[in-house]
């Protein structure tokens, strides 16, 4: 497994879509995953350490996991089938260690929030790298980290549909 980390948050220009774009500290690897619009603002909150006054989703399974008496102990993106990423929640409850499946971006939002490791399965980093179109370039200043702060400074909680 290697370990990675986040290095940002950008746009596709093509689709609109955000991309989360993970690291490994010795750059010999770049992961970037699409990802929805919604996982988007929750990472960008874990890396902002961004408090709400009521549980966001990902804030409740943190809260859920404690209350029953477990712990996160790291996230790990293990697989790449047809575009689509697979990952766990790796959880100790008592004296064993269960595995959860997840999706990436909620699995990184969870990361984010209570500072766990984020590994990623070496084999799958180098399949997806041979899966990428082209070359791949990850870039997320200038316009696309414009864009994601404007999004960002613009939402309120006062503006949202439901109370939080």
């Known amino acids: 497994m290697v370990e990675m980390t986040v290095f940002g948050l ?6 609109q879509m955000p991309i989360l774009i993970l690291k490994d500290k010795n750059d010999a690897y770049v992961l970037p995953i699409w990802i929805g619009a ?8 874990g890396i902002n350490n961004v408090k709400v006054p009521r549980p966001m ?4 399974i943190l809260d859920v996991i404690r209350q029953m ?14 575009g689509t990423y697979y ?5 100790k409850m008592a004296d064993k260690t269960i595995h ?10 969870l990361a984010l929030r209570c500072g766990v490791p984020i590994l990623a399965d070496e084999i799958m980093l180098k399949k997806a790298i041979s899966q990428q179109k082209g070359e791949y370039q990850a870039v997320i200043e200038g316009e696309d980290a414009k864009k994601w702060t404007e999004m960002l400074s613009k939402y309120k909680l ?4 439901y109370t939080m």
Not at 10 to 15: C, G, H
Request: hydrophobic share 45%; aromatic share 0%; no cysteine.
């Open 69 to 82: 008496g477990g712990e996160l102990l790291r996230i790990e993106i293990l697989s790449i089938d047809k």
């Open 87 to 91: 990952a766990s929640l790796v959880v």
């Open 38 to 45: 919604m996982e988007a603002m929750a990472i960008s909150m």
């Open 10 to 15: 950008a746009l596709d220009e093509e689709s």
């Open 57 to 60: 989703t990902h804030d409740l």
């Open 158 to 161: 006062d503006d949202s549909k």
């Open 100 to 109: 959860i499946d997840s999706r990436p971006s909620d699995s990184i939002a």
